[in-house]
């Protein structure tokens, strides 16, 4: 069965966050209405952008009773549909869907508020007696919610980012990198020195919370167990889908989506109008590009951001990885129901 490719583009994601509970967050206390432990299982479907992630799970649902849980970081906008490939109207009414549209463009959606967010979704899932996949190709996302990652509440420091950068210029990265030392000789360690913007955040989260920034590195272990699918494709293949994709999308209608944005007043400089797709529209209804250009950036940009989300998760050993070309969706499932759970 050959398996679409409208899929997700993921931006670089916001780094601001909140402790997590690592309780499981439920619909109730009813414990009849508990899922049995065999049950607590979640799949994960992950991959780079235009690899067939979304037709894949509509198409596992012919097969197993789904429910899907977005991990796009993007799809949780309203009113940017064209640009991050949304599953259709269609396809949400015929697959139950969660975390799509829940945000506007301008509201400040964090990941700790994607992982408790998830995290109810799947809990009410289970209640439900239907198995949670995680679906998308925003990998801090599923760090966060598989990998206990813990990312500390601490959201940037504008003055004081300046003065490091500022200090950083007169004195050299050497000097930022001394003071890093000197407070977290562990992040010193493993961050380069001339790695300056993660030096700075690592000082910036130190000095906020009083805590080193290595000693929220540490992980915890889910409340549930995790199996894992991965479609990719080779680079010529995919970098043709990312091509004609861009292509579609900008004859669907992607110009007229961004400028129904800027119409509804929403800013030009606001991250999700800064990512890919929308970047790129501004500036042609900006008149500083023509379409032509539009279209080829977009698709360099789409590109170099598939490089990103394959170097992020290729090296997990616990991915079992699909072609999905001509791929059997049956394949899949059998794999995520009976794999057995790995660790990192």
């Known amino acids: 069965m050959l398996i679409a490719t409208l899929l ?3 931006p670089d994601i916001l780094q601001e966050h909140l402790e997590l509970d690592p309780s499981p967050v439920g619909p109730g ?16 479907v992950v991959g780079p952008t235009a690899t067939g992630k979304t037709a894949l799970s509509i198409a596992m649902a012919n097969e197993a009773p789904i429910e899907v849980v977005s991990a796009d ?13 949304k599953p259709s109207v269609t396809e ?15 509201e400040s959606f964090t990941v700790v508020d ?60 050497q000097a930022l990198h001394a003071e890093l030392e000197s ?12 790695n300056v913007r993660r030096v700075i955040r690592a000082i910036e989260v130190t000095e906020a919370t009083g805590r080193p920034f290595s000693a929220w590195q540490q992980r915890t272990s889910p409340p549930f167990e995790v199996t894992w699918a991965g479609l990719d494709l080779p680079r010529d293949v995919l ?4 091509d004609n994709r861009a292509s579609s999308q900008v004859g669907a209608g992607l110009r007229d989506e961004v400028s129904g944005l800027l119409g509804r007043g929403y800013s030009r400089s606001l991250p999700p109008m800064r990512g890919l797709a929308y970047r790129e529209m501004v500036e042609l209804i900006d008149g500083t590009t023509n379409l032509d250009e539009a279209i080829r950036r977009y698709q360099s ?26 791929l059997d969706p049956r394949e899949v499932v059998a794999h995520l129901a009976d794999g057995q759970p790995q660790q990192k």
Request: net charge positive; with cysteine; glycine share 8%.
């Open 8 to 10: 997700t583009v993921d």
């Open 29 to 44: 206390g009813d414990d009849a209405n508990d899922p049995p432990a065999c049950v607590r299982r979640v799949w994960c």
């Open 73 to 85: 970081s993007r799809m949780i906008y309203r009113w940017m549909d064209i640009g991050t490939a």
């Open 92 to 106: 949400r009414a015929n697959v139950a869907h969660h975390l799509i549209d829940i945000a506007d463009p301008d």
């Open 114 to 173: 994607w992982v408790a967010r998830a995290r109810t979704a799947i809990e009410r899932i289970w209640a439900r007696g239907r198995q949670p996949v995680v679906v998308g190709g925003t990998g801090l996302y599923f760090r966060a919610l598989c990998d206990g990652l813990e990312i500390p509440p601490v959201p940037p420091d504008v003055g004081l980012r300046s003065v490091l950068e500022e200090r950083a210029h007169r004195e050299g990265w």
């Open 183 to 194: 407070i977290d000789p562990v992040s010193a360690r493993r961050i380069e020195g001339r």
């Open 239 to 242: 970098d043709g889908t990312i």
């Open 301 to 326: 940009v789409t590109r170099h951001y598939a490089r990103r989300q394959q170097s992020w998760f290729r090296p997990d050993p616990r991915i079992r990885w699909f072609d999905p070309r001509n």
